[in-house]
């Protein structure tokens, strides 16, 4: 794109040379071709304003604003007229440059509460300089000198050995937590190993319901004992407790007699006959 | 039981003011990265004042092939930067920096924290994803703190690793920042009679220059 | 400026001694392995003298943190060996103590003095050798009395640095069951099909050792 606007933007310019009446001289002309031609190169509007401000040749401090928005204005006529794509900010900035011109020029309105047209053309200054600066600012620090170019650090350092030590911790709450977390297990497991190694008195009591029809003669308890119960001591505890409680039971309900020979003895039943 | 080793350790001197300053000078041969006196006081036996070794050895390579920087709240040890004509074998050859990354290291530099707005606004175009990823990357900007503006736009700060790079003390010592202040060139000005964009930006104000006040 | 013709540089005289000596302390700080004379007459000014220069050198940093050292034919700067500890860094690293080892501690400091079988009856899962080992390492246990069993087992209490840890006065004052409930710790809930009663008797069971007896 630069090269073949070069080629034809010059030659456009030089067909369209009695109607420029913008560019007054030769010099500004082709400062403006030049510009059209490098177009892509800019870093938008405010670049663009930066560079035609510099044709100026004085401190951008004391900048004609209102001949840099002629100037810029001039710019995009020309690009316009060599049907060159301006991006859209370049012409949202054309309109504002042709506004505060207008603001430059026209003597102020009493009923305009907006910022004068002087306000504006300083701030415009003012964000010139700011660039400008930090261009200049940009370009000291690349100057500078610079660490793997001019400075250099130590070729071989030393790793350090990293020695790491791990502290534990827990909290108060964590022990409390842990300590919860184990009695609450510990309430669960009774009643895990009543279904397993407890035999209740309803059990007994039902067994011994449908036992007790055929104990005609004094039978010892523990042959109600039900099968599985005998051999584990814990397991018969549980059933034996049982059994003599069920037997209590349906003796208290007169459906058996009980018999005892001597403390310690072996405990009889039978059914009482009515 | 963990008071013990306190008061046996005060019985033992910290060591004399020339075996820390070896102690110091060991310790910055050895690391690339700056170290700081927290990490020194760490590293070196108890009572120990790296602080004031640093001082001495400071003075005492001055002039020297290499000399004892300051950056940041680090210390390192740096070749002479008028002896770089021997390095041609050490020099790294860096990426070359596009304009727009350049200027926009630099404008954070001299307006840290900026936000991407504020860049944008002094440079007066749009900043690529790109030109700001490449900075992250050289680690010579990193994320600030947030502005307390709507939108909470995250800001840009420079480095350690960029001051390094650049030799300088702290980002008060960048080349010009007091004639630039004085210019009110960094200020935040707004646009006369501000859109609300700018208003804002007004407000963000308050973070500029302030690292500079101390 | 590297094209200038040999002629011509050796119109220049070579630089001062100290100025060598600065020269090669650079050269040898920036490099990544050990630099031979030949390399460093190579890369230094005409008519520079590098052996007379390391000579130099090497004296002046005798008796400080760095040497100026011989590998082999070449030259380098290493660390004094008497500072070889400074080049390591402790890091201490917090971590929580596994689940194993605060479940058997708590088991300990509510059921002082405990046996490894007591412990392992309570928990229902074997107690590893590394979990106990753990907690004596840490000091927040210690051996007890055997006890007068047969076996005479080993029993375990909790220490002064426990409590201590802990901030407890003693192994008194941990919060007892009714006290873990109240803090919502200790599950409330009636167990399906388990009766009110059951619960009762849990925490009567709780009651336990002598030690909340009191």
Same mark, same amino acid.
């Given at each position: 794109m630069p090269n073949l606007g070069r080629c034809c933007g010059a030659r456009h310019v030089s067909e369209r040379e009695d109607f420029q009446e913008d560019v007054t001289s030769v010099s500004d002309r082709l400062a403006a071709e030049a510009l059209i031609v490098d177009v892509d190169g800019f870093e938008g509007p405010l670049d663009l304003l930066l560079m035609l401000s510099r044709t100026q040749k004085v401190d951008l401090r004391k900048i004609s604003v209102l001949q840099l928005a002629e100037q810029y204005l001039g710019f995009v006529r020309e690009a316009k007229a060599l049907r060159i794509e301006l991006a859209a900010d370049y012409l949202v900035m054309a309109a504002w440059l042709a506004f505060l011109k207008s603001r430059l020029l026209l003597p102020p309105d009493p009923s305009d509460e907006g910022p004068s047209g002087e306000e504006l053309a300083a701030h415009l200054a003012y964000q010139l300089e700011r660039l400008q600066a930090m261009r200049e600012a940009a370009a000291q620090l690349m100057a500078r000198d610079q660490m793997g170019r001019d400075f250099f650090v130590r070729g071989v350092p030393e790793d350090v050995t990293r020695v790491r030590s791990i502290r534990y911790t827990a909290t108060l709450l964590d022990l409390m937590q842990a300590y919860a977390r184990i009695r609450t297990k510990e309430e669960f497991r009774p009643y895990a190993m009543d279904r397993e190694h407890v035999f209740t008195m309803e059990q007994a009591l039902d067994r011994m319901r449908g036992l007790i029809g055929f104990a005609g003669e004094w039978t010892d308890l523990s042959s109600y004992l039900p099968d599985g119960w005998t051999a584990e001591p814990g397991r018969r505890r549980s059933a034996t407790a049982a059994t003599f409680a069920a037997s209590l039971e349906l003796a208290k309900q007169g459906q058996i007699e009980l018999r005892q020979s001597e403390t310690f003895a072996p405990i009889a039943i039978r059914r009482k006959t009515p | 039981m963990s008071d013990v080793p306190e008061t046996e350790k005060s019985l033992f001197a910290a060591p004399p003011q020339a075996e820390q300053e070896r102690m110091v000078e060991a310790i910055l041969f050895a690391s690339t990265d700056p170290v700081t006196v927290a990490e020194l006081s760490a590293r070196m036996p108890h009572g120990s004042d790296p602080a004031e070794a640093l001082v001495l050895l400071r003075r005492r390579y001055e002039g020297r092939g290499v000399r004892v920087v300051k950056v940041d709240d680090a210390w390192a040890i740096r070749t002479a930067p008028d002896l770089g004509f021997l390095m041609q074998k050490e020099t790294v050859e860096t990426r070359k920096l596009s304009r727009a990354a350049i200027e926009t290291l630099a404008i954070i530099a001299y307006h840290q924290p900026a936000?991407? &707005?504020?860049?944008?606004?002094?440079?007066?175009? &749009?900043?690529?994803?790109?030109? =700001?990823?490449?900075?992250?990357? #050289?680690?010579?900007?990193?994320?600030?703190?947030?502005?307390?503006?709507?939108?909470?736009?995250?800001?840009?700060? =420079?480095?350690?690793?960029?001051?390094?790079?650049?030799?300088?003390?702290? &980002?008060?010592?960048?080349?010009?920042?007091?004639?630039?202040?004085?210019?009110? #060139?960094?200020?935040?000005?707004?646009?006369?009679? &501000?859109?609300?964009?700018?208003?804002?930006?007004?407000?963000?104000?308050?973070?500029?220059?302030?690292?500079?006040?101390?």
């Open positions: - | 936000t991407r &707005a504020e860049i944008e606004e002094i440079r007066g175009v &749009a900043v690529s994803r790109g030109t =700001v990823d490449q900075l992250l990357e #050289l680690e010579w900007i990193r994320f600030g703190r947030r502005r307390m503006t709507p939108g909470r736009p995250v800001t840009y700060v =420079v480095t350690q690793s960029f001051l390094d790079h650049f030799g300088l003390e702290s &980002a008060r010592d960048l080349p010009g920042l007091k004639e630039l202040r004085a210019a009110g #060139l960094l200020d935040n000005r707004p646009l006369p009679g &501000a859109s609300p964009v700018l208003d804002d930006e007004g407000e963000e104000q308050i973070g500029q220059s302030e690292m500079f006040e101390d």
